[in-house]
């Protein structure tokens, strides 16, 4: 890409998408949060995912914008994307980074604490009061069907008679 003698950074699309990936969404994320009152963990592990998501797309504009200030010949972008000031527009993907990753880490845990909950009342159980939840199911399963009465001349009904009476 050929730029021109007078061209900028600040004037490319990258840096505007830049902007847009680090202050502009975060920042409505951010206010969303706040704002309202309550939310799933689904849509809590989509906002952190995006974070994650957004903290990786500024590096990436970084360091693209970075490649790009040292072609230029204003000494502005130098000055912002080329030197010692550039590891400063770092702080913010590794920010929204780490805030990202504790709300996707905050969704995964609560659901391991229900799982282990599951497994303790379940390892808690005593091994003889499963065995008569199951016993009880298969009696009340044979009690219903004994009850059922065969129909008259069915094969059923006869082979059910005692063998005196056939």
Not at 25 to 30: H, N, S
Not at 55 to 75: E, N, V, Y
Not at 86 to 111: D, E, Q
Request: hydrophobic share 50%; with cysteine; aromatic share 8%.
């Amino acid at each position: 890409m050929h730029l021109l003698s007078d061209a900028t950074i600040f004037t490319e699309v990258r840096f505007w998408a830049l902007v847009l990936c680090s202050l502009v969404l975060p920042a409505a994320i951010f206010v969303t949060l706040f704002v309202r009152r309550e939310f799933s963990k689904t849509t809590v592990l989509a906002f952190g995912l995006l974070l994650i998501v957004l903290a990786g797309a500024d590096i990436f504009l970084l360091r693209a914008l970075a490649r790009l200030a040292q072609a230029t010949p204003s000494l502005a972008d130098d000055l912002v994307f080329s030197s010692e000031l550039s590891i400063a527009l770092y702080i913010f993907p590794a920010a929204f980074g780490t805030i990202g990753l504790n709300m996707v880490s905050h969704v995964l845990m609560h659901y391991l604490k229900q799982k282990e909950a599951r497994f303790e009342a379940h390892r808690q159980t005593p091994p003889s009061a499963l065995q008569g939840r199951r016993g009880s199911r298969v009696l009340r399963h044979r009690r219903a069907a004994s009850r059922m009465s065969p129909r008259p001349g069915s094969r059923t009904a006869a082979a059910r008679r005692p063998p005196a009476d056939r």
